[in-house]
């Protein structure tokens, strides 16, 4: 089945800190990732929707000068938190479907636990 | 009133018991319907996938959608301890849209 690779699984770091998150298709090639947020017992939120080769599009609350989207490649997507603190430690998550152009279910990764000290 | 709701509870079941988990919906633009399970700190699994109403079922787990009702269900049957986890529903329109989320129930099969 199609396969969707986070990483890293988990980051612990000091406040101020900027932190990459990569999500990769491996078998198949993502024209559209999400990414997710999750804090504890709650349901996922959707924060932005990238796009290969253009700007994401952001959830309203979120900012974008915060969370930096980039989708360079049909296989790649990364989510940067600039200037991490407390308030921003949560389980961060992509998805994206198989086929863009038909309407196919998400597959997710394995998400990212994030941890600001 | 949320867009998709579900009943966070937690839920405690013998094993080999009948699960039924469920979801409302307010929004009937709503076209394709997933269930999803999620292990703590794993990403969501899928489950089931379905578009129209009715049944759908895959091994011990059935999947019913009713769109009049804007109600949708997921059924495990001989529930395992393994299946200890949180199932989340969640729905969207049609095209590659992002996921609209129920809350997840928390499940747990006792041995």
């Known amino acids: 089945g199609a396969v969707v690779s986070q990483h890293p699984s988990w980051v612990i770091c000091k406040s101020g800190t900027s932190v990459k998150i990569e999500c990769r298709s491996l078998d198949f090639q993502a024209t559209t990732m999400f990414w997710y947020r999750q804090f504890p017992k709650q349901s996922l939120m959707l924060m932005a929707t990238s796009n290969e080769g253009s700007k994401a599009t952001y959830e309203q609350g979120v900012e974008k000068d915060k969370f930096l989207i980039n989708h360079a490649s049909l296989t790649l997507s990364t989510l940067t938190v600039t200037s991490a603190h407390p308030e921003d430690s949560s389980f961060y998550i992509c998805?994206?479907?198989?086929?863009?152009?038909?309407?196919?279910?998400?597959?997710f990764g394995d998400g990212t636990r994030l941890s600001i000290l | 009133q949320k867009e998709v709701e579900q009943d966070p509870g937690p839920l405690s079941v013998p094993e080999g018991a009948i699960v039924s988990l469920n979801c409302t919906y307010s929004?009937?633009?709503?076209?394709?319907f997933m269930w999803y399970r999620q292990y703590s700190r794993k990403g969501p699994e899928l489950l089931m996938y379905?578009?129209?109403?009715g049944n759908k079922e895959d091994g011990r787990f059935t999947a019913q959608v009713d769109k009049s009702s804007k109600y949708i269900s997921l059924f495990i049957r001989d529930s395992q301890p393994s299946d200890s986890a949180t199932y989340l529903c969640a729905m969207r329109y049609s095209g590659n849209t992002p996921l609209v989320f129920g809350k997840g129930t928390r499940l747990s099969v006792i041995a």
């Open positions: 998805s994206s479907t198989v086929d863009q152009t038909s309407n196919q279910p998400q597959h």
């Open positions: 379905t578009y129209s109403s």
């Open positions: 929004n009937s633009a709503f076209q394709y």
